[in-house]
């Protein structure tokens, strides 16, 4: 069986630009989240879907960032514009049940300059 | 509201002995509660996790864990640690409100294993 799939796997890109992320969950799975990992934390809950629809986005900075999963299958996170203060490693994750637990993709790392 | 704590940033155990890493969580609502591990420059592996039914959940590893109510806690423990679980360990909880059920991890355990 496939596992979470992301794409880049890094970016470096100046302050001020915009930047894409890509994801496509474990087929069937209806939950998709996006995690932010900052270096020697653990991972913050981004924003959470059920197949096509938003449950949770109470962290997401809303100001610059967006997500989008249009035909409940993969998702796109997009930061624009980028701040220092972004630099991390996002996380893409996929659940078949609410409650069951999350299997997680490789990540992208990102760094702002 | 929930949250998870993780008691200690830093645990160094010899080959071969036990492990423990120790886990509190607060939860309004009764929790589900997983244990996840992160290699170096890896994905994040779920090790196990406990959803009201048993409340000592066996993992991938040798790893185990107790579900305790009235201690809030959920310590996850190895026998014999082996060089290869040398790793940052993350408890999480979680629970089903509304259809969602967002993870929040605590801020990790490393695990150092000393030959």
């Known amino acids: 069986e496939a596992g979470v799939a992301q794409s880049p796997r890094y970016k470096i890109i100046e302050k001020r630009q915009s930047v894409a992320f890509w994801c496509n969950p474990i087929s069937g799975h209806a939950t998709l989240y996006w995690y932010q990992q900052i270096l020697g934390q653990g991972p913050k809950l981004l924003i959470q879907f059920q197949n096509n629809g938003v449950v949770d986005d109470s962290q997401l900075p809303k100001d610059r960032f967006s997500a989008e999963r249009l035909k409940g299958v993969d998702s796109t996170l997009k930061i624009q514009p980028a701040k220092l203060e972004d630099s991390a490693v996002y996380l893409c994750?996929?659940?078949?049940?609410?409650?069951?637990?999350?299997?997680f993709g490789p990540g992208t790392r990102l760094t702002v300059l | 509201a929930q949250s998870v704590t993780q008691l200690d940033s830093h645990v160094s155990v010899s080959e071969g002995t036990p492990v423990l890493l120790r886990c509190n969580y607060s939860?309004?609502?009764?929790?589900?509660l997983f244990w996840y591990v992160q290699h170096p420059n890896k994905g994040l592996q779920l090790l196990l996790k406990?959803?009201?039914?048993?409340?000592l959940v066996k993992g991938i590893n040798g790893f185990e864990a107790e579900f305790k109510k009235s201690e809030t806690s959920f310590h996850l423990t190895k026998p014999s640690a082996h060089m290869s679980d040398a790793a940052e360990y993350f408890c999480?909880?979680?629970?089903?409100?509304?259809?969602?059920?967002?993870?929040?991890f605590g801020k990790g355990t490393h695990l150092i294993i000393q030959p």
């Open positions: 999480v909880v979680s629970y089903s409100g509304g259809g969602a059920d967002g993870l929040t």
């Open positions: 406990y959803t009201s039914a048993a409340t």
């Open positions: 939860s309004s609502y009764s929790p589900s």
């Open positions: 994750a996929s659940s078949l049940t609410v409650g069951g637990g999350a299997f």
